[in-house]
């Protein structure tokens, strides 16, 4: 009778245990989420990996009788971080969910993280809530510890073979770099060209907008300017973007990267600009934040003009109170003053004499045309001369590697003959780029020449001072003297293109009644040297002319690069 009294306590005491027993646990595991994931986007699209997974841990949930409380990742994610998306909505749904979670299913517990200790972390703080992770292809009963363990191992496995992949990867980024090659996207300005067998990256229809913010800059505009001005061209850009830009080596055809360890390599694409443009734009970079003196856009000739007797340049100056500037020459035994108005119509009229007729602009079109088409046929069958004698070169060298390789040449006498065929080889090719015409549409330089002969005046009045200072600079490349005696300008060079167009022009003007109809034949006015790219004084040896085509009107961008100095200058017909 004793018996039944103690049976009864010990039920009642129970009670007042803690913990679950095997039979609530049992009943509690019942609910679990599913997580899938891939590492790359490519490994999404070309097979059905996320599909596989999610098979897999469907079947071991409907098998050990388990409620799927939801579905998550089902998309490409990198697992050698835990910031991911994904992964980090589900671990927020497991915790705050009101149905207790008890399992993350994943296929693999690779699957679930790579970082090693950060995951052996994650699992035991889900742990302590109760939620386990199980990879469904390697059952592990992570209750006890010799299970714990074992999970454990396996994350720390996962990410040294995650630390393995990622060393493999950054050494062949680094050996693809070294090789010239670049890696991620191409920068602004630059396309890769898809589809080759070798890495092949091409300036694009943005490219000539960049090369024309190296030039603004380095005559001295500011960021917000720059900003301004290649918005006409279609680019639009925040300052962060444009200052990076112009850091970037890229541009003048090397590359910069972290993997290279502080090095600078020469890349395998085209260069935009040279180097010299790239490091004048950057040693602007202390005074990003200098302000235009103002009273130089009311003074763009100063310097520029020089005394025609003494070659003094002169200088400017504000009379505040009448608030009318003056240009000056203040030397000892020179004193000139004169107004900048009256300077500056001065300066007009003389455009006016390299201007030409609006009504000559189709006709002497139509001639430049014929001009360039005869140079260019003649120039074609010189090439093609030279390419013939440069497959001989060629053929000639390859018997000769082919006779040493069988052993009927001597090193000596292969050493000789090889050293002389490349010397033959390379004069071929310098003369081949001698004829060789670096214009991809001479249609548009010729056009954009006559227009802009035709509006010399306009055009430079619509600049601000930097883009005066460009044009004048490209046109007079020489400088201008100034006759005070006489009041007029002179010049010992004007630009060989508006200066043969202007020419041509006046030739034109000398004819009483001008026939235009017959004005295509090959006439005499075609000149019998080629007609080049002008090569302007010492410190322009070469000038580009080209067109950037905006609906509605033309406009056009007319630049010198030079070994000390780099103008453009830009404005709309």
């Known amino acids: 009778m004793k018996e039944k009294p103690k049976v009864e306590n010990e039920m009642l005491l129970k009670k007042f245990a803690k913990g679950k027993g095997k039979e609530e646990l049992e009943i ?52 050698k971080s ?12 497991v915790k705050l ?36 992770i199980m990879a469904v ?38 050996e693809k770099l070294l090789r010239g090659e670049w890696i991620g996207n191409a920068p602004t300005g630059y396309s890769f060209v898809k589809g080759t067998a070798t890495q092949t990256i091409i300036i694009n ?23 301004e001005k290649l918005k006409p061209l279609g680019v639009i850009m925040p300052k962060q973007t444009l200052t990076g830009i112009f850091s970037n080596p890229f541009y003048c055809g090397f590359m910069s990267h972290n993997l290279l360890s502080g090095e600078v390599i020469k890349g395998k694409h085209p260069a935009l600009i040279d180097e010299d443009l790239f490091l004048r734009a950057n040693a602007l970079k202390k005074t990003d934040g200098f302000k235009v003196n103002k009273a130089n856009d009311n003074l763009p000739l100063k310097v520029f003009v020089k005394d025609a007797e003494t070659g003094i340049p002169f200088t400017g100056y504000i009379v505040k109170k ?40 189709e006709p002497l079109q139509i001639q430049l045309r014929y001009t360039w088409d005869n140079l260019t046929e003649s120039n074609t069958g010189e090439k093609k001369a030279l390419s013939l004698k440069l497959n001989e070169v060629e053929e000639e060298y390859y018997n000769l590697r082919k006779r040493h390789a069988i052993g009927k040449v001597t090193m000596d006498i292969y050493e000789e003959f090889s050293e002389e065929m490349k010397v033959r080889k390379k004069k071929l090719l310098e003369e081949f780029e001698k004829l060789d015409q670096k214009l991809s549409n001479p249609k548009e330089l010729i056009h954009f020449t ?61 004819i009483k009644k001008p026939d235009f109809s017959k004005f295509e034949e090959k006439s005499g006015l075609v000149p019998r040297r080629r007609l080049e790219l002008p090569h302007l004084a010492a410190y322009a040896p070469q000038a580009y002319l080209y067109t950037i085509p905006t609906p509605g009107r033309i406009y056009f961008t007319l630049t010198n690069v030079t070994n000390t100095r780099v103008y453009s200058y830009n404005s709309y017909i």
């Open 82 to 93: 835990d910031e991911r998306k994904e992964f980090t909505r589900m671990l927020k749904f």
């Open 137 to 174: 292809t390697q059952p592990i009963d992570t209750n006890s510890h010799a299970g714990a363990l074992q999970q454990n191992i396996q994350f720390i496995f996962s990410k040294y073979d995650n630390d393995l992949r990622r060393q493999k990867t950054i050494d062949g980024m680094r």
């Open 97 to 132: 969910s009101r149905e207790k979670i008890s399992f993350i299913l994943v296929y693999s517990l690779d699957r679930f993280s790579r970082t090693g200790d950060s995951a052996i972390f994650i699992s035991s703080e889900l742990k302590k809530t109760g939620v386990n």
């Open 205 to 227: 229809e943005k490219g000539e907008a960049m090369k024309q913010a190296f030039i603004w800059r380095a005559n001295g505009l500011t960021y917000e300017q720059i900003i």
């Open 28 to 79: 509690g595991i019942q609910n679990c989420v599913i997580y899938t994931r891939v590492s790359s986007k490519e490994q999404m699209d070309t097979n059905q990996s996320l599909e596989w997974q999610k098979k897999y841990c469907v079947e071991y949930a409907i098998k050990n009788q388990l409620n799927i409380k939801g579905y998550f990742g089902g998309t490409y994610e990198s697992a």
């Open 450 to 510: 006559t227009k802009l002969t035709a509006n010399l005046a306009p055009v430079w009045d619509s600049g601000d001072y930097y883009e005066k200072q460009i044009f004048q600079n490209t046109i007079f490349p020489a400088g201008l003297g100034y006759d005070s005696k006489k009041e007029h300008y002179r010049t010992t060079e004007i630009n060989e293109v508006i200066g043969y167009v202007a020419r041509l022009s006046r030739s034109l003007e000398e």
């Open 322 to 361: 009448k608030k009318l500037y003056y240009y000056k020459v203040n030397k000892i035994g020179i004193k000139i003053n004169r107004s900048a108005n009256m300077m500056h119509e001065k300066f007009r009229e003389f455009l006016g004499d390299y201007t030409i007729n609006s009504a000559h602009v």
